[in-house]
C-alpha cells in the first residue's frame, strides 16, 4: 500500500524552528523525486523543496532558499523538511508528495503521483 504520512507541525514564534517528518512506505520511497509543498488558505499550492532520490541534489523555491533544508534518510524510509529562521508568511499547510516525472524537479503539483495528507505549521509574529 502507498502511503506517505507526515508528522511535525505546530506553531512557533518568527524566528524559531520546525523539523517536518514524512514516513514514506510502499512504492513511494522508490520515487524519484520526493518534496514538500504548502498551502495557506486562500492560495495556490506552492512547491517548497524537491529532492532527486536517486543523486541528492535538491531545488528549493527562492523564499526558503539558505533558511530550509530538504533530506531523506533511506535507512529510516523518511523524507525531512528542516526549517529555520521562520516568518510568518512561512504559515500554511505542508504536503509531502512523491513522483517520478522530471516536472516533479521544478515543483510543478501535478506531476506529483502521491501526496499525504499534511501538517499545519503556524508561525506567530
Known amino acids: 500500500q502507498v502511503q506517505l504520512v507526515e508528522s511535525g507541525g505546530g506553531s512557533v514564534q518568527a524566528g524559531g524552528s520546525l523539523r517536518l517528518s514524512c514516513a514514506a512506505s510502499?512504492?513511494?520511497?522508490?520515487?524519484?523525486?520526493m518534496a514538500w509543498f504548502r498551502q495557506a488558505p486562500g492560495k495556490e499550492r506552492e512547491g517548497v523543496a524537491v529532492?532527486?532520490?536517486?543523486?541528492?541534489?535538491?531545488n528549493y523555491v527562492d523564499s526558503v532558499k539558505g533558511r530550509f533544508t530538504i533530506s531523506r534518510d533511506v535507512a529510516k524510509n523518511t523524507l525531512y523538511l528542516q526549517m529555520n529562521s521562520l516568518k510568518p508568511e512561512d504559515t500554511a499547510m505542508y504536503y509531502c508528495?512523491?513522483?517520478?516525472?522530471?516536472?516533479?524537479?521544478?515543483?510543478?503539483?501535478?506531476?506529483?503521483?502521491?501526496w499525504g495528507q499534511g501538517t499545519q505549521v503556524t508561525v506567530s509574529s
Open positions: 508528495a512523491a513522483g517520478d516525472s522530471y516536472y516533479c524537479y521544478i515543483l510543478q503539483a501535478t506531476y506529483f503521483g502521491y
Open positions: 510502499g512504492a513511494t520511497y522508490s520515487s524519484t523525486y
Open positions: 529532492i532527486y532520490t536517486r543523486g541528492g541534489h535538491t
